[in-house]
């Protein structure tokens, strides 16, 4: 079964500084999708970011980029420019490209805590 | 309008109670899916169906019985509440469960269910 690990409860990161959340999981698959999900204080979930394990090429949204290390399962999440409103709780999750059902796993969450 | 919306927010409710929760989706996808979150904000798949047919049942105690009446719905019946039932339940759609495509989950904003 495929696992997914936050080794960061928590996290500061002061506004307009970087931050980068830290992800790992374990798959014994080839192919398989990453996310990055936020979920704020009002409990909605909202993607952040996607990556593909056959692209070697890592994902970038505006602010939002992965670092994504195939070899070492590793799938970090880097924040540029921090803004209040980027505070919340963020999950990794991992998803089979080789199973049907689309099953998201999830990591722990990290929650991020901005200040001004 | 809403993608996926989910009804209600709260349910407050006493143990042994039978309730349920609705959720419908406005993107037309195929696949619509339960996940659980507890107390320590763990992200858990209970259930996905894809065109009203079952596909995941990640052995969730026979209480919960999820109901997909087409497949813009999928509700979630939950017999003899019990205390560690409390939790936030996210409702989910994709386009289809297929593994070899993106497929991106998007969530409803979630029911927190508390159960005295």
């Known amino acids: 079964a495929q696992t997914v690990t936050q080794s960061q409860p928590e996290m500061s990161v002061q506004e307009a500084e970087t931050v980068t959340l830290s992800c790992t999981y374990d798959?014994?698959?080839?192919?398989?999708?990453l996310f990055w999900y936020k979920q704020p204080p009002s409990r909605q979930m909202i993607l952040v970011i996607r990556?593909?394990?056959?692209?070697?090429q890592n994902a970038t949204e505006n602010r939002f980029s992965v670092n994504f290390q195939k070899a070492a399962k590793s799938f970090s999440l880097k924040i540029s420019d921090s803004q209040l409103g980027d505070a919340a709780m963020y999950f990794c999750a991992y998803r089979s490209a080789m199973e049907y059902g689309n099953k998201l796993v999830f990591g722990a969450g990290t929650i991020l805590r901005v200040k001004s | 309008d809403t993608a996926v919306s989910q009804t209600p927010k709260y349910l407050v409710t006493q143990m042994g109670n039978d309730k349920s929760i609705k959720c419908e989706q406005n993107l037309g996808h195929d696949t619509m899916y339960w996940y659980k979150q507890d107390s320590k904000k763990f992200l858990k798949i209970m259930f996905s169906?894809?065109?009203?047919?079952?596909?995941i049942n990640e052995t969730v105690p026979n209480r919960f019985s999820p109901k997909s009446p087409d497949k813009a719905h999928l509700n979630l019946h939950i017999n003899s509440l019990e205390l560690g039932d409390s939790a936030v339940y996210f409702c989910?759609?994709?386009?289809?469960?297929?593994?070899?495509?993106?497929?991106?989950?998007?969530f409803g904003a979630g029911t927190r269910l508390s159960v005295l």
């Open positions: 169906y894809n065109n009203k047919e079952l596909i």
């Open positions: 798959t014994s698959e080839s192919d398989y999708y």
């Open positions: 990556q593909e394990a056959y692209k070697q």
């Open positions: 989910a759609s994709s386009l289809n469960d297929s593994p070899g495509t993106e497929n991106i989950q998007y």
